[in-house]
């Protein structure tokens, strides 16, 4: 590998790949294609832009055209694919989105990616395609249940990888993220949602009980493990990457509160949202047997993030502005009017 094009570049976690790859491998070229949606943003990318190692292309991954124009002009040899639309919410309200690049996308990338000889193919997914587990681990080779727009059209682009592995012997890996957080995430999510609505005073809209389980991941983490994978993965194989720290979703809340040092009075109940998955949880023997593992402190890593927020204002504040407001009002404004 000397040139990889990472799609969807300027988002939460691919942006966090840009930036730990342009750093650990001044001898690659990273090249970013990204659509730059609402969730796209160049302020992620500030910390490279004045790289020689990294640049930058504003394009769709469901236009053949954009794609083997930046697959042709730069030579790439491999890809790593985060370009996706990932909000559950979002895929509730309009699905067709999701289709379009979660799937199509995908299907572009791939068969640009043939087309071209590129060498290695790697897609960025994640632990919702598996659907909801009470008991127990999902192990890579579990079946698919998926529960949301979101999850589908995450799985579906898995399968589009692995048609293209075993049809035409491209070299693919795929890895399965679990619940990623960390600085410069868009303030859709709930982690950065609740610190910056908490830093304003604002309530908090926890849906139903709170008690859902997510396997909390930080971004940096993530992005070293796609590191190893693309690196050392074997090809058609599929990766579970997990924090390996499951939390409940009010007590991740609640956690937040003290280090905001806020009044847990903030928190709303509301009205969960349509096939919420109770529980997310992974088993990383795979990766861990290439050598990876989480850094490990939850509540430091989480203090960590909240204190970024506190000190980066310039970034989310202009964002929530907006597309942005009027989402928000659409997704929370009746559920906090009924709730407690």
């Avoid at 790949?17 to 491998?25: A, I, Q």
């Avoid at 090249?31 to 394009?59: Q, W």
């Avoid at 730069?74 to 790593?80: G, L, Q």
């Amino acid at each position: 590998m000397q040139t990889i094009l990472v799609t969807g570049g300027a988002g939460f976690i691919g942006s966090a790949f840009v930036r730990y790859m342009v750093e650990k491998y001044p001898h690659y070229r990273i090249i970013v294609l990204d659509k730059l949606t609402y969730a796209g943003n160049m302020d992620n990318l500030l910390p490279v832009s004045d790289e020689p190692n990294y640049k930058f292309y504003r394009g769709d991954i469901a236009d053949h055209g954009a794609v083997r124009g930046v697959i042709e002009t730069e030579k790439i040899d491999s890809i790593v694919n985060f370009a996706a639309e990932s909000h559950v919410d979002r895929s509730i309200l309009s699905p067709d989105a999701f289709i379009q690049t979660d799937v199509m996308g995908v299907y572009v990338l791939l068969e640009e990616a043939r087309r071209a000889g590129v060498t290695r193919f790697h897609q960025v997914s994640t632990d919702e395609v598996y659907g909801s587990i009470p008991v127990g681990f999902f192990k890579e080779g579990d079946p698919l249940e998926p529960n949301s727009p979101y999850a589908a059209s995450k799985a579906g682009g898995e399968m589009m990888v692995r048609a293209y592995h075993v049809t035409y012997g491209m070299n693919t890996t795929v890895t399965r993220g679990s619940n990623t957080f960390g600085e410069y995430q868009y303030p859709e999510k709930v982690l950065p949602l609740f610190i910056t609505e908490a830093i304003d005073d604002r309530p908090l809209p926890v849906y139903g009980d709170g008690m859902q389980v997510r396997d909390w991941l930080y971004v940096d983490d993530h992005a070293s493990a796609i590191d190893l994978v693309l690196h050392q993965g074997k090809p058609g194989e599929i990766y579970n990457v997990g924090g390996e720290n499951e939390q409940h979703n009010i007590e991740v809340t609640r956690m937040m509160l003290r280090f905001l040092e806020k009044p847990e009075s903030l928190i709303r109940y509301v009205k969960d949202r349509p096939g919420h998955d109770r529980r997310y949880a992974l088993t990383c023997e795979k990766i861990r047997a290439l050598g990876w593992h989480p850094s490990g402190d939850f509540p430091a890593l989480l203090e960590k993030t909240i204190r970024w927020y506190q000190k980066n204002e310039w970034w989310w504040r202009k964002i929530k502005t907006g597309e942005y407001l009027e989402y928000y009002k659409k997704q929370y404004a009746e559920r906090l009017t009924e709730g407690n």
